[in-house]
C-alpha cells in the first residue's frame, strides 16, 4: 500500500470482536484529536445494513450503506467468533467485487477467513491469531499464514485480534503523521510502545509456564514442536541434557504432570483446534496430532474434555450472547468455552 490511507471502511460481521474492532477505530480519533483537525474519516458496514452483534452481545449500528458510501482507500472485514457461519455466497461475492475494483482490504482478528474463502488471499502473507494457525494452514494451503501480529502484504492488510489492531492502525498511519504523533497516540492509551509487526504473539513459554526450571521450559518447547511426531521421554531427555528420572521429578514438582500427561494435554489442544477449526475427518486429526489410532484420540479426547471429538462439530446456538472472549473467538461452531 503506497498510497495515504485517510478513509477506512469496517465490515462487521455477526458476532465480531469488539476489542479488535474498537483498537482500530479509537487510533484514527485520537490521530484526529491530537493533530486538531480532521485527518481521518471511518465508516461501519454491515452486510445487510442492520446493527450486528459483537461477541460480547453487545450490538453496533453501521453508519453507512456500502454502496451509497464515499469511496475508501481500506475496508476491514471484522470477524470473531463461529466466523463460518457468518460468511455466506452473498459475503464472497461482494468481496470478490470489491477486489475487481481494486479497494484495499483487511481483515481484523478472523476476518481473515472470509478473505481467504473469498480467494482473496491466495498467493498473499497473511496474519491470524496463534489459535487459529494450523486450522487454516490446513484448510488453504494456498495462503502462507503467518504469527505475526499483522502483515501488509500489497493490497492486502490481516491483523491478528485482541489489542494488535491499534499496532497495526499506527504502523499504517505513521508515514503520514509521523513518529512523534504517533508515539503521542500510544500514550494516550497507556500502551508502552508500537509493536512491529514481527513481535510475537503469544507469552514466551518461560511465562506461561511461570518460570519453571529451564530443562521443562526446552522440554515443552520441543514438545509443541513435535506433534505430529511425538518425542518419546529418551529423546527429550538427551535433547534436554537430563536424565528421564530427573525430567519426571521436574514436571512432576512444577507442574503436579508427568511429562506424558503434558505432552498429551497439548497433543489433545491441537487436535481440538483442529476439529473447531477445520473439516479435517477425526481419523485425519488424529494422525495430525500423533496418536497411533482414532480410537486412541477419541478415547484420551474423552478423558481430558469429558466428550468425544466428534462433539466439537455440533452445530452453533441460534439465540443469546456469542459464546467465547472478546478476545478473538473461535473459527468453527463452539463445542466448548
Same mark, same amino acid.
Given at each position: 500500500?503506497?498510497?495515504?490511507?485517510?478513509?477506512?471502511?469496517?465490515?462487521?460481521?455477526?458476532?465480531?470482536?469488539?476489542?479488535?474492532?474498537?483498537?482500530?477505530?479509537?487510533?484514527?480519533?485520537?490521530?484526529?484529536?491530537?493533530?486538531?483537525?480532521?485527518?481521518?474519516?471511518?465508516?461501519?458496514?454491515?452486510?445487510?445494513?442492520?446493527?450486528?452483534?459483537?461477541?460480547?452481545?453487545?450490538?453496533?449500528?453501521?453508519?453507512?450503506?456500502?454502496?451509497?458510501?464515499?469511496?475508501?482507500?481500506?475496508?476491514?472485514?471484522?470477524?470473531?467468533?463461529?466466523?463460518?457461519?457468518?460468511?455466506?455466497?452473498?459475503?464472497?461475492?461482494?468481496?470478490?467485487?470489491?477486489?475487481?475494483?481494486?479497494?484495499?482490504?483487511?481483515?481484523?482478528?478472523?476476518?481473515?477467513?472470509?478473505?481467504?474463502?473469498?480467494?482473496?488471499?491466495?498467493?498473499?502473507?497473511?496474519?491470524?491469531?496463534?489459535?487459529?494457525?494450523?486450522?487454516?494452514?490446513?484448510?488453504?494451503?494456498?495462503?502462507?499464514?503467518?504469527?505475526?501480529?499483522?502483515?501488509?502484504?500489497?493490497?492486502?492488510?490481516?491483523?491478528?485480534?485482541?489489542?494488535?489492531?491499534?499496532?497495526?492502525?499506527?504502523?499504517?498511519?505513521?508515514?503520514?503523521?509521523?513518529?512523534?504523533?504517533?508515539?503521542?497516540?500510544?500514550?494516550?492509551?497507556?500502551?508502552?510502545?508500537?509493536?512491529?509487526?514481527?513481535?510475537?504473539?503469544?507469552?514466551?513459554?518461560?511465562?506461561?509456564?511461570?518460570?519453571?526450571?529451564?530443562?521443562?521450559?526446552?522440554?515443552?518447547?520441543?514438545?509443541?514442536?513435535?506433534?505430529?511426531?511425538?518425542?518419546?521421554?529418551?529423546?527429550?531427555?538427551?535433547?534436554?541434557?537430563?536424565?528421564?528420572?530427573?525430567?519426571?521429578?521436574?514436571?512432576?514438582?512444577?507442574?503436579?504432570?508427568? @511429562? =506424558?500427561?503434558?505432552?498429551?494435554?497439548? $497433543?489433545?489442544?491441537? +487436535?481440538?483446534?483442529?476439529? #473447531?477449526?477445520?473439516?479435517? *475427518?477425526?481419523?485425519?486429526?488424529?494422525?495430525?496430532?500423533?496418536?497411533?489410532? @482414532? =480410537?486412541?484420540?477419541?478415547?484420551?479426547? $474423552?478423558?481430558?474434555? +469429558?466428550?468425544?471429538?466428534? #462433539?466439537?462439530?455440533?452445530? *452453533?446456538?441460534?439465540?443469546?450472547?456469542?459464546?467465547?472472549?472478546?478476545?478473538?473467538?473461535?473459527?468453527?461452531?463452539?463445542?466448548?468455552?
Amino acid at each position: 500500500m503506497t498510497a495515504p490511507l485517510t478513509r477506512f471502511g469496517f465490515l462487521t460481521l455477526r458476532h465480531f470482536s469488539m476489542i479488535a474492532f474498537t483498537n482500530a477505530i479509537e487510533p484514527l480519533r485520537m490521530a484526529n484529536y491530537l493533530a486538531g483537525e480532521t485527518i481521518y474519516r471511518w465508516s461501519v458496514y454491515s452486510l445487510g445494513g442492520q446493527p450486528e452483534e459483537a461477541s460480547n452481545g453487545l450490538s453496533v449500528s453501521p453508519t453507512a450503506l456500502l454502496d451509497d458510501s464515499p469511496p475508501l482507500d481500506i475496508l476491514f472485514v471484522c470477524g470473531g467468533i463461529d466466523v463460518p457461519h457468518a460468511v455466506d455466497e452473498r459475503l464472497v461475492q461482494l468481496l470478490r467485487r470489491l477486489a475487481r475494483e481494486r479497494l484495499n482490504l483487511g481483515a481484523l482478528c478472523t476476518g481473515a477467513y472470509a478473505l481467504a474463502r473469498a480467494g482473496l488471499l491466495d498467493g498473499y502473507r497473511c496474519a491470524i491469531h496463534w489459535e487459529n494457525l494450523w486450522g487454516l494452514r490446513e484448510t488453504f494451503p494456498g495462503i502462507v499464514f503467518t504469527p505475526d501480529l499483522f502483515v501488509v502484504d500489497r493490497d492486502r492488510c490481516t491483523c491478528t485480534g485482541g489489542i494488535a489492531p491499534l499496532d497495526m492502525i499506527l504502523h499504517l498511519i505513521t508515514p503520514r503523521i509521523g513518529r512523534t504523533l504517533a508515539a503521542g497516540i500510544s500514550e494516550q492509551f497507556i500502551v508502552e510502545r508500537i509493536r512491529d509487526s514481527k513481535d510475537r504473539q503469544r507469552i514466551p513459554i518461560a511465562a506461561r509456564l511461570g518460570g519453571c526450571n529451564p530443562s521443562i521450559i526446552q522440554a515443552a518447547a520441543l514438545m509443541e514442536a513435535n506433534i505430529e511426531e511425538p518425542l518419546t521421554l529418551e529423546e527429550l531427555a538427551h535433547m534436554t541434557d537430563v536424565s528421564q528420572r530427573q525430567l519426571q521429578r521436574l514436571f512432576h514438582r512444577s507442574l503436579g504432570l508427568t @511429562p =506424558a500427561q503434558y505432552y498429551v494435554t497439548l $497433543r489433545l489442544r491441537r +487436535g481440538r483446534e483442529l476439529l #473447531q477449526q477445520t473439516a479435517m *475427518p477425526i481419523t485425519s486429526v488424529a494422525v495430525a496430532c500423533g496418536f497411533r489410532s @482414532p =480410537a486412541h484420540f477419541s478415547k484420551s479426547y $474423552r478423558a481430558v474434555f +469429558g466428550h468425544p471429538p466428534s #462433539q466439537e462439530r455440533r452445530p *452453533p446456538a441460534n439465540s443469546g450472547p456469542a459464546r467465547g472472549s472478546g478476545r478473538s473467538g473461535r473459527l468453527a461452531a463452539p463445542g466448548s468455552k
